[in-house]
């Protein structure tokens, strides 16, 4: 996008609004934000070398206003949509009972996946319905405390949906043990891009996403990838007059 457009002109002849009738055409043209943005910082650091190397005295790009990129909006799944990434998760986890409910909980919760993978028996309020965020997994495998006082630590609910699933999940785990491990125990690892494809073959791989799944069984969600929060499921009176969500 540079080179076709300043390949064959002088140095010394661009000038300031030359770069900037260059930055409206290609918004006119339909352009993103972005892509323009990077175009112009490549011309920049260009003409500033030809600074450096004395031949020309000022920077024709410095200072040219380039678009605003616009707001990011988190795409937050739908009823519906969480109902089909459930459902389409259930076939991968095989004999696995935490492995759906590790996406539930992000979920539910709105947790990053390095919070979550750190959870022990000992940050769960049992009594309360609360889950004591504080150390994160790191994605060598290695648990980093953190915050690093206790004034740090955050108390997240559990949606009364999951709750008593997830708590009869922690019941089971041994004192000062992970709440979610890899399949043959251990931390969850975050894989990298070049994590192997494919369910493990004896059918009990951790999978929040068909493509990602380690060589060891490890939940491995995509690189890169947010998961979107979850909508509260809104609360209406059963026919006996108990509330149940919808």
Known sequence: MVEPYWGELEVGGVLKPDVTR???GMH??????ATIQAAVGVLRALFELAVDARMIRTNPARGVKTPRRPAHVDRVLTFEEEDRLLAALEGKFGVRPDGRMFVELLLDTGLRWSEAAAIDREHVDLRRGLINVGPIMERDGTIRPYPKSAAGVRPVPVGED????FRDHVLTVAPGGLVFTAVLGGVLRLAGRHGLGGQNPAGRGWRASPRNHGADGSFEPEVGAAV?????????P?????????
């Open 22 to 24: 260059w930055v409206t």
């Open 28 to 33: 006119a043209a339909g352009v993103g934000a």
């Open 162 to 165: 999951l709750w008593p699933r």
């Open 228 to 236: 979107p929060a979850r909508r509260r499921r809104p609360v209406r």
């Open 238 to 246: 059963r026919p006996g007059g108990e509330a149940q969500s919808s």
